[in-house]
C-alpha cells in the first residue's frame, strides 16, 4: 500500500513514517510513502495558496490551481489510485471503511487548511470526502494521520490476525476488558484483583467471560452498535442469548 499525503505542511505528517510498527511497516516493504508540499505547487512569488471565498463569509479558502498542480503530479487521475479529501462534511471513517480503504494500491490524501478546498478541485479529483468524526479540527493532517494509521494496520504482516480478531468493531462488537500483571494491584483505592475467571486456565470460560463482558460494555458506551448489529443480523446464535440474558437490554435498545 503507498500512502501520497498532499499538506501545506507535511513535516506534521512525515515523522509518523519514521517510528514504531509504520517505521517497521517501510523497512519490510508492506507500506510505502511519499508527502507533497503543496505550496510548491503555488505559482506567485510569495507561494501563495489561499484566497477569500466567493459570496463572502468567514476565513480563506485553499485556491484550486496550486492543490490541482499538486495531484496531478501525484497522479491523481491514474486508475490505481482513490483520492480522498479528508472533510468534517465527508462521510464518517468506520471499521469497515478502513477495511476497503486498506484493500487501495495507493490512497492519496488532501490535508485542508483554513476553512478547505474549492469545490471543484473536488467534483474534479476526489472519489471520497471522508471525515474522522462529528467535530472540527483546525486542519486535515491530523485526520489523515487518523486515516493511515486505521488503514496500515489491517494490511497483511504488520500486526498478527488474532490481535485483530476480538478487537473493538469486530462482529459489531467493542472489546472486552483487559487485564496484565500483577495479579493483585496496589492502588489510591485499596488491592484490586484480576478477575478470577482469567487465572483459571478454563480457556471456553474465559471465552464466553469475554463475549459477555464485549455485549455489556457496548450496551454501556455504544448501543448503536448493538442495534445496528441485530438490524443486519451480525450476531451468531451465542452473542443474540447474551443479549437476550442481559435483563432488558433487548428493550432499551
Ligand atoms: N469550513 C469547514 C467546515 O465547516 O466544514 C471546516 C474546515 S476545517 C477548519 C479545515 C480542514 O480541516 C478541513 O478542510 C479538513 O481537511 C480538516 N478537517 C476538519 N475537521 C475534520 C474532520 N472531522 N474529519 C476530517 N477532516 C477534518
Request: aromatic content about 8%.
Amino acid at each position: 500500500m503507498k500512502y501520497t499525503v498532499l499538506s501545506l505542511f507535511p513535516e506534521i505528517i512525515d515523522t509518523f513514517f519514521t517510528a514504531s510498527i509504520m517505521a517497521k511497516a517501510i523497512s519490510r516493504g508492506i507500506v510505502s510513502y511519499r508527502s507533497i508540499n503543496i505550496r510548491d505547487y503555488a505559482f506567485d512569488k510569495h507561494k501563495t495558496c489561499d484566497d477569500a471565498p466567493y459570496g463572502g463569509g468567514a476565513g480563506m479558502l485553499m485556491m484550486p490551481e496550486p492543490l490541482s498542480q499538486a495531484l496531478a503530479a501525484a497522479g491523481a487521475k491514474e486508475a490505481d489510485k482513490r483520492v480522498i479529501y479528508l472533510s468534517p462534511s465527508g462521510r464518517l471513517l468506520t471499521q469497515d471503511l478502513a477495511k476497503d480503504l486498506s484493500r487501495e494500491q495507493e490512497l492519496i490524501l488532501i490535508c485542508g487548511r483554513y476553512e478547505g478546498i474549492d469545490q471543484r478541485v473536488i467534483d474534479i479529483y476526489v472519489d471520497d470526502e471522508v471525515s474522522i468524526g462529528d467535530y472540527v479540527l483546525s486542519s486535515g493532517e491530523t485526520a489523515a494521520l487518523a486515516l493511515i494509521d486505521a488503514t496500515y494496520r489491517l494490511l497483511d504482516g504488520v500486526i498478527s490476525h488474532e490481535s485483530l480478531d476480538e478487537e473493538s468493531f469486530s462482529g459489531g462488537l467493542l472489546e472486552y476488558p483487559q487485564y496484565t500483571r500483577p495479579e493483585i494491584y496496589d492502588n489510591i483505592q485499596g488491592q484490586m484483583r484480576v478477575p478470577e475467571i482469567l487465572l483459571s486456565g478454563h480457556h471456553e470460560n474465559i471465552r464466553r467471560w469475554r463475549l459477555k463482558k464485549r455485549v455489556e460494555k457496548t450496551f454501556a458506551n455504544r448501543p448503536d452498535l448493538l442495534r445496528n448489529g441485530i438490524k443486519k443480523g451480525l450476531f451468531d446464535e451465542e452473542t443474540r442469548k447474551i443479549i437476550d440474558e442481559l435483563s432488558g437490554i433487548t428493550e432499551e435498545l
